[in-house]
Protein backbone atom coordinates (compact mmCIF):
# COMPACT_ATOMS: atom_id res chain seq x y z
CA UNK A 1 0.00 0.00 0.00
CA UNK A 2 0.99 3.35 -0.99
CA UNK A 3 2.19 4.76 2.36
CA UNK A 4 -0.06 8.75 3.28
CA UNK A 5 2.92 10.54 4.20
CA UNK A 6 6.96 10.23 3.85
CA UNK A 7 9.29 11.71 5.71
CA UNK A 8 12.95 11.42 4.61
CA UNK A 9 15.87 13.01 5.95
CA UNK A 10 14.13 16.00 6.61
CA UNK A 11 15.65 18.57 8.11
CA UNK A 12 14.44 22.22 9.45
CA UNK A 13 16.77 25.35 10.84
CA UNK A 14 16.12 28.76 11.22
CA UNK A 15 19.01 30.78 10.69
CA UNK A 16 20.58 29.58 13.79
CA UNK A 17 19.18 27.15 15.64
CA UNK A 18 18.36 23.87 14.00
CA UNK A 19 14.41 22.79 15.00
CA UNK A 20 14.61 19.28 12.91
CA UNK A 21 18.05 17.51 12.57
CA UNK A 22 17.71 14.95 10.35
CA UNK A 23 14.08 12.56 10.91
CA UNK A 24 12.53 9.49 9.10
CA UNK A 25 9.27 8.40 9.02
CA UNK A 26 6.47 7.39 6.99
CA UNK A 27 2.55 6.77 7.68
CA UNK A 28 0.06 4.35 6.26
CA UNK A 29 -3.80 5.15 5.39
CA UNK A 30 -5.59 4.29 8.29
CA UNK A 31 -2.68 4.18 10.71
CA UNK A 32 -2.47 7.28 13.81
CA UNK A 33 1.35 8.67 14.39
CA UNK A 34 1.91 9.77 16.99
CA UNK A 35 5.05 12.65 17.44
CA UNK A 36 5.70 13.08 20.99
CA UNK A 37 8.32 15.51 22.28
CA UNK A 38 8.70 18.15 24.98
CA UNK A 39 8.27 22.12 24.17
CA UNK A 40 10.40 22.92 21.56
CA UNK A 41 11.28 19.48 20.22
CA UNK A 42 10.60 20.35 16.43
CA UNK A 43 6.94 18.68 16.60
CA UNK A 44 5.19 21.56 15.09
CA UNK A 45 8.06 22.59 12.64
CA UNK A 46 7.56 19.09 11.44
CA UNK A 47 3.55 19.22 11.06
CA UNK A 48 4.00 22.78 9.10
CA UNK A 49 6.50 21.70 6.86
CA UNK A 50 3.70 18.47 6.12
CA UNK A 51 1.44 20.66 5.84
CA UNK A 52 3.01 23.52 3.03
CA UNK A 53 3.00 26.48 5.68
CA UNK A 54 6.73 26.10 5.71
CA UNK A 55 10.00 24.67 3.52
CA UNK A 56 12.31 22.24 4.65
CA UNK A 57 15.77 23.36 4.90
CA UNK A 58 16.65 19.80 3.39
CA UNK A 59 15.09 15.91 2.79
CA UNK A 60 12.14 14.67 1.22
CA UNK A 61 8.59 15.06 2.45
CA UNK A 62 5.23 13.70 0.41
CA UNK A 63 1.75 13.82 1.40
CA UNK A 64 -0.12 11.08 -1.01
CA UNK A 65 2.63 11.71 -2.89
CA UNK A 66 2.31 15.45 -3.00
CA UNK A 67 5.53 17.59 -2.25
CA UNK A 68 3.82 19.96 0.08
CA UNK A 69 6.45 23.02 -0.63
CA UNK A 70 5.77 22.58 -4.36
CA UNK A 71 2.13 21.57 -4.59
CA UNK A 72 -0.32 23.46 -1.86
CA UNK A 73 -3.29 23.59 -4.11
CA UNK A 74 -3.08 19.76 -4.35
CA UNK A 75 -1.81 19.73 -1.12
CA UNK A 76 -5.36 21.23 0.42
CA UNK A 77 -7.68 18.92 -1.53
CA UNK A 78 -6.02 15.79 0.53
CA UNK A 79 -4.82 17.20 4.24
CA UNK A 80 -7.03 18.64 7.07
CA UNK A 81 -5.16 20.75 9.52
CA UNK A 82 -6.33 21.39 13.22
CA UNK A 83 -3.83 23.84 14.73
CA UNK A 84 -2.99 24.51 18.03
CA UNK A 85 -5.26 27.66 17.96
CA UNK A 86 -7.15 27.91 15.01
CA UNK A 87 -6.42 31.36 14.19
CA UNK A 88 -10.45 32.30 13.68
CA UNK A 89 -11.30 35.67 14.44
CA UNK A 90 -13.11 35.86 18.18
CA UNK A 91 -16.55 37.33 16.20
CA UNK A 92 -16.72 35.30 13.81
CA UNK A 93 -19.86 33.02 14.32
CA UNK A 94 -19.64 29.14 13.98
CA UNK A 95 -21.88 29.17 10.97
CA UNK A 96 -19.51 31.82 9.20
CA UNK A 97 -16.67 29.85 9.79
CA UNK A 98 -18.03 26.65 8.69
CA UNK A 99 -19.24 28.70 5.70
CA UNK A 100 -15.57 30.42 4.70
CA UNK A 101 -13.40 27.13 5.35
CA UNK A 102 -16.00 25.47 2.62
CA UNK A 103 -15.82 27.87 0.42
CA UNK A 104 -12.05 28.07 0.69
CA UNK A 105 -12.25 24.36 -0.22
CA UNK A 106 -14.97 25.20 -2.94
CA UNK A 107 -17.41 22.97 -0.92
CA UNK A 108 -21.32 24.04 -0.03
CA UNK A 109 -21.04 24.72 3.94
CA UNK A 110 -21.22 20.87 5.64
CA UNK A 111 -23.88 21.50 8.51
CA UNK A 112 -23.98 17.51 8.89
CA UNK A 113 -20.35 18.68 10.48
CA UNK A 114 -21.52 20.72 12.78
CA UNK A 115 -24.37 18.15 13.99
CA UNK A 116 -22.03 15.91 14.51
CA UNK A 117 -20.03 17.67 16.48
CA UNK A 118 -22.89 18.52 18.47
CA UNK A 119 -22.05 22.53 17.23
CA UNK A 120 -25.69 22.72 15.69
CA UNK A 121 -27.30 24.36 18.32
CA UNK A 122 -24.39 27.00 18.37
CA UNK A 123 -23.85 27.54 15.34
CA UNK A 124 -24.98 31.18 15.62
CA UNK A 125 -22.74 31.96 18.65
CA UNK A 126 -19.51 33.33 18.44
CA UNK A 127 -15.97 31.66 18.03
CA UNK A 128 -14.80 33.56 21.40
CA UNK A 129 -17.53 32.72 23.45
CA UNK A 130 -17.52 28.81 22.97
CA UNK A 131 -16.21 26.84 25.91
CA UNK A 132 -12.81 25.18 24.89
CA UNK A 133 -14.35 21.91 23.81
CA UNK A 134 -16.70 23.54 21.54
CA UNK A 135 -13.47 25.36 20.28
CA UNK A 136 -11.81 22.19 19.51
CA UNK A 137 -14.72 20.50 18.37
CA UNK A 138 -15.52 23.15 16.04
CA UNK A 139 -11.49 23.23 14.74
CA UNK A 140 -11.54 19.34 14.16
CA UNK A 141 -15.01 19.90 12.14
CA UNK A 142 -13.22 22.19 10.21
CA UNK A 143 -10.69 20.06 9.20
CA UNK A 144 -13.15 17.53 7.57
CA UNK A 145 -15.23 19.46 5.36
CA UNK A 146 -12.95 17.99 2.32
CA UNK A 147 -13.17 14.35 4.16
CA UNK A 148 -9.23 14.74 3.74
CA UNK A 149 -7.51 11.17 3.81
CA UNK A 150 -4.70 12.90 5.62
CA UNK A 151 -5.41 14.53 8.83
CA UNK A 152 -2.97 16.32 11.46
CA UNK A 153 -3.51 17.40 14.86
CA UNK A 154 -1.58 19.42 16.74
CA UNK A 155 -2.22 18.64 20.85
CA UNK A 156 -6.10 18.12 20.01
CA UNK A 157 -6.95 17.31 23.15
CA UNK A 158 -4.56 20.36 25.48
CA UNK A 159 -7.24 21.84 28.01
CA UNK A 160 -10.04 19.73 27.38
CA UNK A 161 -12.56 18.02 30.38
CA UNK A 162 -12.18 14.29 30.82
CA UNK A 163 -15.59 13.88 28.97
CA UNK A 164 -14.79 15.93 25.96
CA UNK A 165 -11.52 14.53 25.77
CA UNK A 166 -12.98 10.85 25.77
CA UNK A 167 -15.46 11.82 22.64
CA UNK A 168 -12.30 13.19 20.61
CA UNK A 169 -10.75 10.31 21.14
CA UNK A 170 -13.71 8.41 19.73
CA UNK A 171 -13.90 10.75 16.51
CA UNK A 172 -9.54 9.85 16.27
CA UNK A 173 -11.03 6.04 16.06
CA UNK A 174 -13.47 6.56 13.52
CA UNK A 175 -11.66 8.41 11.72
CA UNK A 176 -8.88 5.77 11.29
CA UNK A 177 -11.77 3.26 10.69
CA UNK A 178 -12.24 4.83 8.00
CA UNK A 179 -8.74 4.70 6.57
CA UNK A 180 -7.80 8.10 7.03
CA UNK A 181 -3.86 8.78 8.17
CA UNK A 182 -3.89 11.02 11.26
CA UNK A 183 -0.17 12.33 12.85
CA UNK A 184 -0.87 13.84 16.16
CA UNK A 185 1.70 16.10 17.53
CA UNK A 186 1.45 16.04 21.54
CA UNK A 187 3.09 15.78 24.41
CA UNK A 188 0.55 13.95 26.68
CA UNK A 189 1.94 10.10 26.34
CA UNK A 190 -1.68 9.21 28.24
CA UNK A 191 -3.28 10.46 24.89
CA UNK A 192 -0.47 8.73 22.33
CA UNK A 193 0.03 5.50 24.28
CA UNK A 194 -4.35 5.34 24.02
CA UNK A 195 -4.58 6.73 20.33
CA UNK A 196 -1.19 5.98 18.27
CA UNK A 197 -0.72 2.95 16.43
CA UNK A 198 2.79 3.97 16.44
CA UNK A 199 5.01 7.06 17.84
CA UNK A 200 7.74 8.61 17.49
CA UNK A 201 9.94 10.19 20.97
CA UNK A 202 11.45 14.23 18.96
CA UNK A 203 14.19 14.94 20.82
CA UNK A 204 15.94 18.43 20.03
CA UNK A 205 14.77 18.36 16.67
CA UNK A 206 15.97 14.17 15.82
CA UNK A 207 14.22 10.53 16.78
CA UNK A 208 15.50 9.05 19.83
CA UNK A 209 12.93 6.32 19.92
CA UNK A 210 9.76 5.14 17.59
CA UNK A 211 7.77 2.28 17.29
CA UNK A 212 4.43 1.09 18.52
CA UNK A 213 3.99 2.36 22.51
CA UNK A 214 3.99 -1.52 23.72
CA UNK A 215 7.39 -1.82 21.98
CA UNK A 216 8.57 1.46 22.87
CA UNK A 217 7.69 0.65 27.02
CA UNK A 218 8.83 -3.01 26.89
CA UNK A 219 12.54 -1.54 26.21
CA UNK A 220 11.76 0.63 29.15
CA UNK A 221 14.58 -0.22 31.82
CA UNK A 222 11.63 0.09 34.31
CA UNK A 223 10.50 -2.82 35.80
CA UNK A 224 6.64 -3.61 36.59
CA UNK A 225 5.79 -2.20 39.51
CA UNK A 226 3.07 -4.16 42.51
CA UNK A 227 1.76 -2.00 44.82
CA UNK A 228 0.54 -3.66 48.00
CA UNK A 229 -1.87 -2.26 50.98
CA UNK A 230 -2.40 -4.28 53.86
CA UNK A 231 -4.10 -4.00 57.36
CA UNK A 232 -1.40 -5.11 59.44
CA UNK A 233 1.31 -4.67 56.90
CA UNK A 234 3.38 -7.41 57.43
CA UNK A 235 4.75 -8.31 53.58
CA UNK A 236 8.29 -6.74 54.88
CA UNK A 237 8.68 -8.86 57.40
CA UNK A 238 8.68 -12.10 54.90
CA UNK A 239 12.38 -13.50 56.01
CA UNK A 240 12.87 -14.76 52.18
CA UNK A 241 13.05 -12.31 49.10
CA UNK A 242 9.91 -12.33 46.49
CA UNK A 243 10.39 -13.92 43.30
CA UNK A 244 11.67 -11.70 40.51
CA UNK A 245 11.21 -8.57 42.64
CA UNK A 246 14.93 -6.80 42.26
CA UNK A 247 13.81 -3.29 44.40
CA UNK A 248 11.52 -3.13 47.11
CA UNK A 249 10.24 0.24 49.32
CA UNK A 250 7.74 2.04 51.51
CA UNK A 251 5.26 4.72 49.84
CA UNK A 252 2.42 6.21 51.11
CA UNK A 253 1.29 2.97 53.37
CA UNK A 254 2.07 1.15 51.03
CA UNK A 255 5.01 -2.01 49.67
CA UNK A 256 6.26 -1.23 46.38
CA UNK A 257 7.53 -4.70 44.84
CA UNK A 258 9.72 -3.70 41.35
CA UNK A 259 9.70 -7.22 39.90
CA UNK A 260 10.34 -8.78 35.93
CA UNK A 261 7.72 -12.00 37.32
CA UNK A 262 4.58 -10.43 37.65
CA UNK A 263 2.97 -13.60 38.70
CA UNK A 264 5.20 -15.38 40.81
CA UNK A 265 5.58 -12.08 42.64
CA UNK A 266 1.86 -11.59 43.50
CA UNK A 267 1.03 -15.46 44.69
CA UNK A 268 3.84 -14.99 46.68
CA UNK A 269 3.05 -11.93 48.37
CA UNK A 270 -0.71 -13.53 48.53
CA UNK A 271 0.49 -16.71 50.32
CA UNK A 272 2.39 -14.55 52.65
CA UNK A 273 -0.49 -12.29 53.58
CA UNK A 274 -2.76 -15.49 54.04
CA UNK A 275 -0.05 -17.12 56.46
CA UNK A 276 -0.02 -13.95 58.15
CA UNK A 277 -3.50 -13.71 58.17
CA UNK A 278 -2.77 -9.89 57.20
CA UNK A 279 -6.04 -8.68 55.16
CA UNK A 280 -5.50 -7.59 51.79
CA UNK A 281 -6.75 -4.26 51.53
CA UNK A 282 -5.82 -2.89 47.90
CA UNK A 283 -2.72 -4.28 45.20
CA UNK A 284 -2.01 -2.98 41.98
CA UNK A 285 0.13 -3.76 39.42
CA UNK A 286 1.13 -1.19 36.88
CA UNK A 287 3.31 -1.61 33.59
CA UNK A 288 6.13 0.89 32.97
CA UNK A 289 3.96 3.79 31.11
CA UNK A 290 5.08 5.57 27.65
CA UNK A 291 5.28 8.42 30.05
CA UNK A 292 8.07 6.77 32.12
CA UNK A 293 9.96 5.27 29.23
CA UNK A 294 9.76 9.09 27.42
CA UNK A 295 10.95 10.70 30.38
CA UNK A 296 13.89 8.31 30.72
CA UNK A 297 15.00 9.08 27.59
CA UNK A 298 14.52 12.75 27.77
CA UNK A 299 16.34 12.95 30.93
CA UNK A 300 19.32 10.93 29.33
CA UNK A 301 19.33 13.11 26.21
CA UNK A 302 19.66 16.22 28.46
CA UNK A 303 22.01 14.78 30.95
CA UNK A 304 24.18 13.90 27.25
P1 LIG B 1 5.93 23.00 21.30
O1 LIG B 1 5.38 21.76 21.91
O2 LIG B 1 6.36 24.00 22.30
O3 LIG B 1 5.06 23.57 20.21
P2 LIG B 1 7.59 21.81 19.26
O4 LIG B 1 8.11 20.46 19.53
O5 LIG B 1 6.40 21.92 18.40
O6 LIG B 1 7.32 22.56 20.62
P3 LIG B 1 8.83 23.67 17.45
O7 LIG B 1 7.80 24.72 17.66
O8 LIG B 1 8.84 22.95 16.16
O9 LIG B 1 8.81 22.63 18.63
O10 LIG B 1 10.25 24.36 17.67
C1 LIG B 1 11.49 23.70 17.45
C2 LIG B 1 12.65 24.69 17.64
O11 LIG B 1 12.63 25.66 16.62
C3 LIG B 1 12.58 25.47 18.94
O12 LIG B 1 13.90 25.64 19.42
C4 LIG B 1 11.98 26.80 18.54
O13 LIG B 1 12.39 27.82 19.40
C5 LIG B 1 12.55 26.98 17.14
N1 LIG B 1 11.66 27.76 16.28
C6 LIG B 1 10.39 27.46 15.92
N2 LIG B 1 9.89 28.39 15.09
C7 LIG B 1 10.86 29.31 14.90
C8 LIG B 1 10.97 30.52 14.13
N3 LIG B 1 9.98 30.95 13.37
N4 LIG B 1 12.14 31.18 14.18
C9 LIG B 1 13.18 30.75 14.93
N5 LIG B 1 13.15 29.62 15.68
C10 LIG B 1 12.01 28.91 15.66
Redesign the pocket.
Known sequence: MEPAIVVEGFRKT??D?V??DGIDFIVAPGEVFGLL??????????LECLEGLRFPTAGRLRVRGIDPAREPRRLRDVTGVQL?TSGLPETMRVDEAMRFFCAYHERAPRWDLLERFGLQERRRIEYGTLSTGQQRRLALALALVNDPPVVFLD?PTAGLDVATRAELHALVSELRERGVALVL?T?DMAEAEKLADRVAI?LA?RIVASGTPRALTAAASDLTRVSVRSELETLATRSTPYPGVSRQLRNDGYDVFFTDAIGPTVAAILRTLEEASDPLIDLRVERPSLEERFLELTSAGAAA
Do not use: S
Open positions: YGVAVGPNGAGKTTTQEAHLG
